[in-house]
């Protein structure tokens, strides 16, 4: 059975996790994610600069990458990735687009959340900041 994401769901999620997490804005996504033993974050398409701790998807060849960041980079078209470019990527444990999610239609964004519904673990976050 194919493991689809659903619009509500994410969004309950977000709030409950807000609310939960964010309410004293002391504590950190970074903090709340490693006192929860998560500590596999993939940054989708915002590559720009190297964050301690994550991996790193976009369309851009490796070799374009800082070379801190090579050993963590993978070139990845997410619209197009089929399970065959997906799955040696593994599974994360936060995915963040920031300042991505905008630039895609209504139809590949709906993609692009299904393939992200299929990296993150049990339990995972996504975040997504848009302008």
């Known amino acids: 059975m194919e493991k689809r994401l659903y619009l ?7 709030v409950l996790y ?3 997490n964010y309410k004293n804005k002391s504590t950190t996504l970074r903090e709340v ?10 940054d989708l398409g915002s590559s720009s600069s190297f964050n301690e701790g994550f991996y790193f998807a976009d369309l851009h060849p490796a070799s374009e990458a ?4 090579r050993q963590k980079y993978f070139q990845l078209n997410i619209i197009e ?10 599974k994360f444990d936060l995915i963040r687009m920031q300042h991505v999610f905008e630039h ?11 393939k992200c519904a ?4 049990e339990g995972g976050y996504l975040l997504i900041t848009v302008p």
């Open 104 to 114: 895609f239609t209504p139809e590949d964004g709906l993609k692009v959340l299904e």
């Open 33 to 42: 994610l490693l006192k929860q033993g998560k500590t596999r974050w993939l």
């Open 81 to 90: 990735a089929g399970e065959e470019q997906l799955t040696p990527l593994g």
């Open 118 to 121: 299929l990296l993150l673990n």
């Open 66 to 69: 800082p070379e801190e960041m």
């Open 8 to 14: 509500p769901d994410l969004l309950h999620r977000l």
């Open 18 to 20: 807000y609310h939960r």
